[in-house]
């Protein structure tokens, strides 16, 4: 395959293990399982340490199969480079503990995957100020900024009640102020949504989700887009200077998140992970339609008193939505009307599957307040709008006739 040419979405993720040479004439990169890697010469092996050359160290900071999937990750988000690692929570961890110190301010959206609002609250009580707004309007980031803010940090689809930041506006005030920002792309895919297009210097994505798709493979990633210059950021240390400016950041993150931490992911993982992002495209086009026939059937049933779908002309940020997507991600959430017992409702489902994941090839489908978000208590959860009994939904690839059926006679039985 010709890296001259340029070649579509799929065409690009499903050949690229082939542009370099693979072991006897694997359609796949296989799966590399060894922890330590030997050199002939042993000044080789002490310049690959250097960083003088390429090559691979030890199996914590990765080896060829995690590689392979660093550079289809990369190439899904147009970066100038990529780090995998062990969940999507390692790779959102990254920014904490490689890029931030005490004193330091970050600016996130209020609207949060609720392991993400913990993993900020740890952040605070070690020392970094972080202001939580309602990131749908500019105007709130840009309030929150101090001297001291080195990062603003949102999701382009909040999980689970679909708020969609004003991710654009957001870019440009970050890129003004020379302030890093960190997109998470997880509930669009790079297939819906390239956040290098709104100036996000770091992109993080959930590779457990959609990416991987199966349900079989735990995996995260950080992108770097090269939209940041990283000569504005003071929390680089001098011995990752010895590298051109575009690569501090990833060389930072790579030796204080991957190498220190130890959040590494397994080969096996990467593998799944890898083979599962070549049908991504062709997953989402299913998803999003069936999410979007799914949320216009609530719409209209009486039993629902509230859908939030950015794919619905009623979601407040519609406009944001199908300005900057490809299509409108395939996560909602609904609230039944009150009375109606939300437990009841689910254990009628017959093909909707109670669970926690989300971008699973099949649909699933949880009761927000009494699980997931539990841990964060009544007062919080109400901050971020997410009502007692809101459900949410990760709309899978089944017939979409079959699915809506589903939630048909699911409803009929309130």
Same mark, same amino acid.
């Given at each position: 395959m010709s890296e001259k040419k340029h070649y579509g979405f799929t065409t690009t993720i499903l050949h690229g293990d082939r542009q370099k040479a693979i072991e006897h004439g694997s359609l796949h990169k296989p799966i590399h399982t060894s922890v330590a890697f030997g050199y002939a010469d042993a000044r080789q092996l002490a310049s690959v340490f250097q960083?003088?050359?390429?090559?691979?160290?030890?199996?914590?900071?990765?080896?060829?199969?995690?590689?392979?999937?660093e550079e289809k990750v990369n190439k899904m988000e147009q970066g100038v480079g990529t780090i995998c690692f062990a969940t999507g929570m390692g790779a959102i961890g990254a920014v904490v503990q490689a890029l931030l110190?005490?004193?330091?301010?970050?600016?996130?959206?209020?609207?949060?995957?609720?392991?993400?609002?913990?993993l900020w609250?740890?952040?605070?009580?070690?020392?970094?100020?972080?202001?939580?707004?309602?990131?749908?309007?500019?105007?709130?980031?840009?309030?929150?900024?101090?001297?001291?803010?080195?990062?603003?940090?949102?999701?382009?689809?909040?999980?689970?009640?679909?708020?969609?930041?004003?991710?654009?506006r957001i870019g440009e005030l970050c890129k003004a102020r020379g302030i890093l920002y960190v997109v998470d792309n997880t509930m669009t895919t790079p297939y819906l949504f390239q956040p290098k297009s709104v100036h996000?210097?770091?992109?993080?994505? *959930?590779?457990?989700?959609?990416? /991987?798709?199966?349900?079989? $493979? @735990?995996?995260?990633?950080? &992108?770097?887009?090269? =939209?940041?210059?990283?000569?504005?950021?003071?929390?680089?240390?001098?011995?990752?200077?010895?590298?051109?400016p575009l690569q501090w950041g990833l060389a930072q993150i790579r030796a204080k998140a991957l190498r220190d931490f130890g959040s590494s992911?397994?080969?096996?993982? *990467?593998?799944?992970?890898?083979? /599962?992002?070549?049908?991504? $495209? @062709?997953?989402?086009?299913? &998803?999003?339609?069936? =999410?979007?026939?799914?949320?216009?059937?609530?719409?209209?049933?009486?039993?629902?008193?509230?859908v939030y779908y950015p794919g619905l002309k009623s979601h407040p940020q519609h406009h944001i939505s199908a300005e900057l997507f490809r299509a409108h991600g395939s996560l909602l959430s609904f609230e039944l009307k009150d009375g109606l017992d939300c437990?009841?409702? @689910?254990?009628?489902?017959?093909?909707?599957?109670? =669970?926690?994941?989300?971008?699973?090839?099949?649909?699933?489908?949880?009761?927000?307040a009494h699980t997931i978000f539990f841990e964060m208590g009544a007062e919080r959860r109400a901050s971020m709008g997410i009502a007692e009994s809101l459900i949410r939904v990760s709309v899978g690839i089944e017939d979409t006739d079959d699915l809506l059926d589903d939630f048909c006679t699911a409803l009929e039985g309130c």
């Open positions: 960083g003088k050359e390429p090559g691979f160290r030890y199996g914590r900071q990765g080896n060829p199969t995690i590689s392979a999937l110190r005490t004193g330091d301010h970050v600016v996130s959206s209020s609207f949060l995957f609720g392991n993400t609002n913990s609250q740890t952040a605070m009580s070690q020392g970094v100020g972080v202001s939580f707004v309602d990131a749908t309007d500019v105007a709130n980031v840009e309030a929150a900024i101090t001297d001291s803010t080195r990062v603003v940090f949102v999701e382009t689809i909040a999980n689970p009640r679909t708020q969609v930041a004003d991710l654009k996000a210097g770091l992109v993080v994505n *959930a590779l457990t989700k959609s990416i /991987g798709g199966h349900g079989n $493979a @735990l995996g995260g990633s950080i &992108t770097d887009t090269g =939209a940041y210059d990283w000569k504005q950021f003071p929390n680089i240390y001098e011995n990752y200077k010895k590298a051109a992911l397994a080969p096996d993982a *990467a593998h799944h992970i890898a083979v /599962g992002a070549e049908t991504l $495209a @062709l997953r989402m086009q299913r &998803t999003t339609a069936n =999410a979007l026939a799914l949320a216009e059937l609530l719409e209209k049933d009486e039993r629902v008193a509230a437990f009841d409702f @689910l254990n009628r489902l017959k093909l909707a599957i109670p =669970a926690s994941n989300l971008g699973d090839n099949r649909t699933l489908i949880i009761p927000v």
